[in-house]
């Protein structure tokens, strides 16, 4: 009789939780809470033509519509709405006119579900002063790009100006695919664009092949922009053009993008001699099956130009590579100055290092090699989103960051400032040219831009949920407008640190040694100054450091001003002290298996806890069977 109960029991808590199963699928597809975006979009009427948009839902009860510069209120309709759709009491219709609404406003919507209804927040919102880009792909989605960023979808572009004028209208036979390596795996994608045909995009001249830069790392949005500018008035050779446009893809808004031209050869961009190449210095992950890949001493150069080339201009590049390399090393001035173009070695150095790229001498770095005079070329540049401060040093201490050259610790860059030839003419140039370009043009183009995507950048720090906090590299807990405060300070802080170290000598440099060869460390520090701090025995994977020492073995007194150009080294001990710092430092030494160790304790409660419930439902580990004694 007891079984029969327990069998009926088990019966009805299966029906009822079941019932319930049901009820929660039933109301899923009444009301579908998920999300709202691209359910509906709206229609932007312009002269001869119109674009389409959709409401963007943030999953956090607002709903967004995010207009380009030239739409207007007036010519803005609902193209599609579901009939369930209420904005301010009314029911929302295909065709229903919005010039009623006003941008900036909050508006409430409801959406109607047969069993509940939800409350939303709707906000216009519309872009000023910048151009905009509308693909419609042929597939009507994006699926083969997200599956692979080399992969391609045929679309149909369409460009306006800030005013709505047409600038450039496709066909169907223009490609978009995913491009980049990290800045792939952020939400924000970046594209490449390959026009049917060479087209002249926004005044910056012919070409089929553009980049549309996300600018993911960069809160401030302006750092690739800046650099390209400026480099286009301090070098003699070309710099990639830039303009700032508002994307759409299939009508969705994808943010604040920087439409540049590509890095290649071509009689509108970089030029290059009948026997001339062009590489690109990269890293492993960078590299792709279909690449003609030049590795000398773990250096990696992609050929970039010419596509196709025989043996015998390879080993001639390769040994071009190598001469510069070997004159590097051995500080030969004369042999460097047959094999390098000294001056755009130079300008290149100097925007790399007075904006402290931190990608500067190992990817991103472009060569041109010039077979009839078997010079090496610097540039094109390209590649500043992390500069400027933008996750910029090693040090929670955010004045080490501009206060660093940031060359003493890369390859080339680093024997190139360490020569004495090269660096005179770099700090001649620095005070004759450079400088004064910088007083003139940065300050106030920095302000100019920033007003200038103003309202579309906030768009983007919607869209890309860049209004919350954020934490990077540095230590430093940010938002989007102390990222642009921090900029700014950095531009001031970073030149005026570097007027003091190559014009006014206000600086020497501390080497601090890891042991007699291996450099740890270089530290900058204000004549007459002590060092304010050494790195501490645990950066060292020491047990302790029991002192510093000078060359001649003599100990480093810490509170002695310091007048020139030192180097340190530490006595380190790697045994003593209590057991409690000798286990810390070996966790510390082996972080790795922090989280494995975290996992199986937590994994080992857990079992506990369901051992004990056991214990406490059956009163013993052995479930009898049907009452027996077995």
Not at 308 to 319: P, R, S, Y
Not at 505 to 523: H, N, P, R
Request: proline residues 1%; charged residues 30%.
């Amino acid at each position: 009789m007891k079984k029969d109960f327990s069998i009926i029991k088990n019966k009805f808590i299966f029906l009822i939780l079941s019932l319930i199963l049901i009820v929660l699928f039933v109301s899923g597809l009444l009301f579908d809470e998920n999300t709202l975006s691209g359910q509906i979009s709206f229609n932007i009427k312009l002269n001869n033509s119109s674009e389409e948009t959709f409401l963007w839902d943030d999953g956090q009860g607002s709903l967004y519509v995010f207009l380009p510069s030239y739409a207007s209120m007036k010519n803005l309709k609902i193209k599609h709405a579901e009939s369930d759709f209420y904005i301010e009491g009314e029911s929302a219709f295909d065709g229903m006119d919005c010039s009623s609404f006003e941008l900036n406003k909050f508006y409430k919507v409801e959406k109607k579900g047969l069993l509940k209804s939800k409350s939303y927040k709707l906000i216009f919102m519309k872009s000023e002063n910048v151009s905009s880009m509308h693909v419609t792909t042929v597939s009507g989605g994006m699926k083969s790009i997200k599956f692979s960023r080399d992969n391609s979808e045929l679309s149909n572009i369409r460009i306006y100006n800030e005013k709505g004028i047409l600038d450039y209208q496709g066909g169907y036979s223009d490609k978009i695919k995913g491009r980049g390596n990290t800045t792939w795996s952020l939400d924000k994608k970046p594209f490449t664009i390959k026009l049917e045909k060479e087209a002249n995009l926004l005044g910056m001249g012919q070409g089929f092949d553009w980049v549309l830069l996300a600018n993911g790392y960069d809160e401030s949005n302006i750092r690739n922009k800046l650099v390209y500018d400026f480099a286009s008035k301090f070098l003699k050779t070309w710099s990639p053009e830039s303009r700032y446009i508002d994307l759409y893809i299939n009508g969705e808004y994808m943010g604040l993008y920087l439409l540049t031209e590509k890095i290649g050869v071509s009689k509108e961009r970089f030029k290059a001699g009948e026997n001339g190449a062009l590489i690109q210095l990269t890293q492993d992950y960078k590299i792709k099956d279909k690449d003609t890949v030049i590795n000398y001493k773990n250096r990696n150069f992609i050929l970039e130009y010419p596509y196709e080339i025989n043996e015998k201009q390879l080993n001639e590049l390769t040994n071009a590579i190598k001469s510069v390399d070997d004159a590097l090393k051995n500080d030969d001035s004369k042999s460097l100055d047959k094999l390098i173009d000294i001056d755009s070695m130079a300008k290149k150095f100097l925007i790399d290092e007075v904006f402290l790229n931190k990608d500067e001498d190992e990817v991103s770095s472009y060569y041109y090699y010039d077979a009839e005079y078997n010079k090496l070329f610097a540039g094109p540049i390209w590649d500043y989103d992390l500069c400027l401060g933008n996750d910029a040093g090693m040090y929670t201490d955010e004045s080490k960051d501009y206060k660093q050259i940031l060359s003493l610790n890369k390859v080339w860059y680093k024997y190139l400032y360490e020569n004495e030839y090269f660096k005179d003419y770099v700090i001649d140039l620095y005070k004759k040219e450079f400088r004064s370009l910088y007083n003139r043009y940065i300050e106030e183009r920095t302000d100019i831009l920033l007003d200038e995507i103003n309202t579309s950048a906030k768009m983007n720090a919607i869209r890309w949920n860049q209004l919350k906090e954020k934490i990077y590299d540095n230590g430093i807990i940010l938002k989007t407008h102390d990222s642009i405060m921090i900029l700014k300070d950095f531009i001031k802080n970073r030149i005026n640190f570097l007027d003091d170290l190559w014009l006014n000598d206000k600086y020497c440099l501390v080497t601090v040694m890891k042991d007699k060869d291996i450099v740890f460390d270089y530290v900058y520090v204000k004549k007459g100054e002590t060092i304010k701090e050494l790195p501490d025995a645990q950066e060292f994977k020491a047990a302790d450091i029991i002192y510093w020492y000078l060359p001649d073995g003599s100990k480093y007194d810490d509170s002695v001003k310091i007048e020139d150009d030192m180097v340190i080294y530490p006595k380190l001990s790697f045994s003593g002290g209590n057991a409690l710092n000798k286990l810390v430092g070996k966790v510390m030494e082996n972080q790795m298996f922090i989280l494995p160790l975290l996992f199986c304790g937590i994994w080992g409660i857990l079992g506990l806890i369901l051992l004990f419930n056991d214990i406490k439902i059956n009163g013993n580990f052995t479930r009898k069977k049907d009452g027996g004694n077995g």
